[in-house]
C-alpha cells in the first residue's frame, strides 16, 4: 500500500541553522509529491511540490526516486518557519492525496 | 484566503447528538475531502467525493456521513456512533485532474463534544 513516512514528530533547531524535515514513501510508479505547512492559526496551504522544482520561502525538496525520499531543506532556519509541515504523496488512479503524520517544527531563537 | 469555507470555526454538542459541518467551495472543483486532525496522528481521511451525488469511504469513515448533492458543497454529519468525535475537521477539494493532485483547504471547524 501506499504510504508517506515523515519519522520526526518534532524537530527543533536554531535560528540561522540549516534544516530538513525527512519525508519517505512507498509507491513503485511515478508519484506527485508535496510539502503543505501550516502555521500557527492559519489554514493549511501548499509549500511546493515536486514537479514544480521551485524554492519557496527558502525552501526546497528533490525527489529521489532511489531512495524514495523527499526531505524538505533549507540553509539557514527563520522563526517564521515554526509550523508543522506535512508530506504528501499523490499517484495515478488514485484520486487522492496520502499524507504523513506531520513534522512540528520548532525554530529557537 | 476565500475559496473553501468551513463554518462554523467552534461546535460544541453534547454526546449523543448528531453534528453537522459545513464546507462550500467557489473554485469549480470537482473533488473535496473530509479529513480528521489529530495531534501526532497527522490527516487522515474521512471521505471524499471525486463528483457530485458519488463519494467514497476513507480511511476512518465509521462514524461519520456525508452527501454531495452540489458541487459546491459538501457537508459532514458526525454521528453519535463515532467514539470519538472532539477533533480538528478539515475540508479541501481538488481539481480532480489526471495531471495534478494538488489540493486546497479549508479553514477548519474545531468539534468538542462533552
Known amino acids: 500500500a501506499q504510504r508517506v513516512t515523515q519519522p520526526e514528530k518534532l524537530l527543533s533547531v536554531f535560528k540561522g541553522a540549516p534544516v530538513e524535515l525527512k519525508c519517505n514513501y512507498s509507491y513503485s510508479g511515478s508519484p506527485e509529491l508535496f510539502w503543505y505547512v501550516q502555521y500557527s492559526r492559519q489554514r493549511l496551504q501548499l509549500l511546493l511540490r515536486h514537479i514544480s522544482r521551485e524554492s519557496i520561502k527558502g525552501f526546497t525538496a528533490d525527489l529521489n526516486k532511489g531512495e524514495t525520499s523527499f526531505h524538505l531543506k533549507k540553509p539557514f532556519a527563520q522563526e517564521e518557519d515554526s509550523a508543522m509541515y506535512y508530506c504528501?504523496?499523490?499517484?495515478?488512479?488514485?484520486?487522492?492525496?496520502?499524507f504523513g503524520q506531520g513534522t512540528r517544527l520548532t525554530i529557537n531563537p | 484566503d476565500g475559496g473553501i469555507t468551513q463554518s462554523p470555526k467552534y461546535l460544541f454538542r453534547k454526546e449523543g447528538q448528531n453534528v453537522t459541518l459545513s464546507c462550500e467551495q467557489n473554485l469549480n472543483h470537482d473533488a473535496m475531502y473530509w479529513y480528521r486532525q489529530d495531534p501526532g496522528q497527522g490527516l487522515r481521511l474521512i471521505y471524499y467525493s471525486q463528483i457530485v451525488n458519488d463519494f467514497q469511504k476513507g480511511d476512518i469513515a465509521e462514524g461519520y456521513s456525508v452527501s454531495r448533492e452540489k458541487k459546491e458543497s459538501f457537508p459532514l454529519t458526525v454521528t453519535s456512533a463515532q467514539k470519538n468525535p472532539t477533533a480538528f475537521y478539515l475540508c479541501?477539494?481538488?481539481?480532480?485532474?489526471?495531471?495534478?493532485?494538488?489540493?486546497?483547504f479549508g479553514p477548519g471547524t474545531r468539534l468538542t463534544v462533552t
Open positions: 479541501a477539494s481538488s481539481r480532480n485532474s489526471d495531471s495534478s493532485y494538488e489540493q486546497y
Open positions: 504528501a504523496l499523490g499517484f495515478q488512479g488514485a484520486q487522492k492525496l496520502v
